[in-house]
């Protein structure tokens, strides 16, 4: 319990079996009230390309703002809405939001991507392609402008269940990208065999690859056979100037951190875009460079 003393509240105590049962169920029976309510907002962390620096897309990042807990980061309530079956009205939302402003930047003249974390749950349901389909349609935007990112681990637990899914989503034309790669012990000669175009290198390996070789034997052998496959690939996790030149002389292609930016909400995005839009002036497709 949280104890009052004079006008401190001190919190002594750690959360029970109970109470964290209980915050799980007020989450899940709570969240489509959320998402209704404006309390789910999305943000965006910037990515670039190296060595040009670029801004190629954007990674869109739930987050809730809950009236009660405060501001929740999404892996305090996403594994719980995926295992009450509700994460296809997170990601319809999410993919709605990021693909608005997809359409916005292109009706400025600017090719930004977005890119959607999936569930691996949604690679179950046959019909998930048909609403991804939908959504680019209904909002005009083609289908190259969409990342769908899935989780290695999530992948690789059963790739052949997720193949049929994986194959529709890739007829249509959007990237599929494959997040926290070198965590799940998976090879990537594996990869091969699934329609990925894109491999996000996970940022344990990437953060610590200033200080600790391991580390940086694994950004490396990842940079190389993700090429030698023909697999983009991107490094997350770029907190330092150090890290990104590191990566830009071994040849990895996108690079995302908070050495670039944070993930930002849209108003504050936008300002961020604008700044940098300036520099690219005089240009007939505005371009926004950074850093
Ligand atoms: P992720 O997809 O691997 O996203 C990258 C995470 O790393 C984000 O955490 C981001 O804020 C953080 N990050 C970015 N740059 C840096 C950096 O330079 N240093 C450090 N230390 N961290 C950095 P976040 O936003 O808390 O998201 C956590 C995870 O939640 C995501 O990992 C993703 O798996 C999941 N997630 C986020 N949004 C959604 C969503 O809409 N749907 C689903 N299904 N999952 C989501
Ligand atoms: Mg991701
Ligand atoms: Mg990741
Ligand atoms: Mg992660």
Same mark, same amino acid.
């Given at each position: 319990r949280a104890a009052r003393s004079g006008g401190d509240t001190v919190r002594a105590y750690l959360p029970t079996m109970g109470q964290v049962f209980l915050r799980r169920f007020q989450l899940v029976t709570q969240f489509r009230h959320a998402l209704e309510s404006g309390q789910v907002k999305?943000h ?17 990042l739930v987050r809730w703002r809950h009236p009660e807990f405060g501001r929740l980061d999404p892996d305090e309530f996403v594994p719980a809405v995926e295992a009450a079956g509700l994460v296809?009205a997170l ?73 049929? &899914? #994986?194959?529709?989503?890739?007829? !249509? *034309?959007?990237?599929?990208? /494959? ?7 998976? @090879? %990537? ?16 390996? &990437? #953060?610590?690859?200033?200080?600790? !070789? *391991?580390?940086?034997?694994? /950004? ?7 090429? @030698? %496959? ?33 993930p930002?909400s ?26």
């Open positions: 999305v965006y962390q910037p990515k670039v390309a190296l060595p040009s620096r670029q801004v190629i897309g954007v990674e869109a296809d990601t319809g939302f999410v993919m709605d939001q990021s693909l608005i402003r997809v359409r916005k930047w292109l009706d400025r003249g600017l090719r930004i991507a977005a890119a959607v974390n999936l569930s691996v749950r949604s690679l179950d349901d046959p019909h998930f392609p048909d609403r991804v389909a939908e959504a680019l349609a209904r909002h005009d935007v083609p289908p190259e402008l969409l990342t769908l990112e899935l989780t290695e681990s999530g992948v690789m637990a059963d790739p052949q269940r997720a193949l049929p &899914v #994986l194959r529709r989503l890739h007829t !249509l *034309g959007v990237t599929l990208a /494959v997040d926290d790669f070198g965590t799940g012990y998976s @090879s %990537l000669a594996y990869l091969r065999q699934l329609p990925v175009d894109e491999v996000k290198i996970d940022k344990s390996f &990437v #953060l610590g690859m200033g200080t600790d !070789l *391991g580390d940086l034997a694994v /950004v490396r052998s990842i940079v190389e056979l993700g090429h @030698s %496959l023909g697999l983009t690939v991107v490094a997350e996790g770029v907190e330092d100037d150090a890290a990104r030149d590191q990566l830009a002389s071994m040849g990895c292609d996108v690079a995302q951190g908070y050495l670039i930016s944070r930002l849209e108003s504050r995005l936008e300002a961020w875009l604008q700044a940098r839009t300036t520099q690219a002036r005089g240009l007939r497709d505005e371009t926004v460079l950074t850093l």
